[in-house]
Nanobody
């Protein structure tokens, strides 16, 4: 059973930075390496939305709202995907979720990010 565990969330002032991590377990290193990994977020009262993805080849894609501020990366040796978040804004406040899929979707439990103005 694939499990994703996020960490690194917290409270930060506007303009600050956070680095989120997501460790995958129950998945072989080979499968992890060929998997597309993603970050999504859900703010209170809103639907979950796409933030960023990274493919097995390292190609990345970002939501327009985070381009130039957030960077997604992966460490296949550690079965880990990261989200470096800089220049944080109050509107980035949300629960951030890690995602992958092998035909079935897998989600982490989420990590809270709160940005104060």
């Amino acid at each position: 059973q694939v499990q994703l565990v996020e960490s690194g969330g917290g409270l930060v002032q506007a303009g600050g930075s956070l680095r989120l991590s997501c460790v995958a377990s129950g998945i072989s290193g080979h499968i992890f390496r060929i998997s597309t990994l993603g970050w999504y977020r859900q703010a209170p009262g809103k639907q979950r939305e796409f933030v960023a993805t990274i493919t097995s080849s390292g190609s990345t894609n970002y939501a327009d709202s985070v381009k130039g501020r957030f960077t997604i990366s992966r460490d296949n040796a550690k079965n880990t995907v990261y989200l470096q978040m800089n220049s944080l804004r109050p509107e980035d406040t949300a629960v951030y979720y890690c995602h992958t899929s092998n035909g079935r979707d897998y989600w982490g439990q989420g990590t809270q990010v709160t940005v104060s103005s």
